[in-house]
């Protein structure tokens, strides 16, 4: 597994934590079970916000920073790249923007236009999360 380097950030301390459980499990999974691609620039960042007319939570944009697009063991957690980020759906409201998907049951992970917080939407019940530090420590206590 290929790791990009990790920004000195709000989420630091998670996505080291992150990285080294997956490469400790990675002989046990194999080595697709997780990737990381390489960051957004601030550029790319800027001009998704500018293009979609919204605001992406600053600690997503810190994900973003360290690894724009990622899959954490297969069906753990899977986050979008920018590209791929999508502004609501036939499952989830308008106001919401669907970063990934979660346990690989038709959860998604997704941030709120209005709040800024991070929403998991599992079949219609949503919890929010005032940061993406309590999503990665809460990925931490599933595997």
Not at 32 to 42: Q, R
Not at 82 to 103: A, C, P, W
Not at 107 to 117: D, I, N, P, R, Y
Request: proline share 4%.
């Amino acid at each position: 597994m290929v790791v990009p380097n990790i920004p000195n950030n709000s989420l630091t301390e998670e996505i080291k934590e992150i990285v080294s459980l997956c490469q400790q499990l990675e002989p046990r999974y194999g080595k697709k079970a997780t990737y990381f691609n390489p960051p957004a620039t601030e550029e790319e960042i800027i001009a998704w916000e500018n293009e979609h007319e919204i605001t992406i939570p600053e600690t997503y944009k810190d994900w973003l920073r360290f690894s724009n697009g990622s899959q954490l063991l297969f069906d753990l957690a899977r986050f979008n790249d920018l590209n791929h980020l999508v502004v609501g759906n036939e499952f989830v409201s308008d106001d919401l923007v669907i970063i990934g998907t979660l346990i690989g049951d038709g959860e998604f992970l997704c941030f709120s236009k209005k709040t800024g917080k991070i929403v998991r939407h599992n079949h219609g019940k949503m919890r929010e999360y005032d940061n993406m530090n309590k999503v990665i420590k809460k990925l931490l206590n599933i595997v």
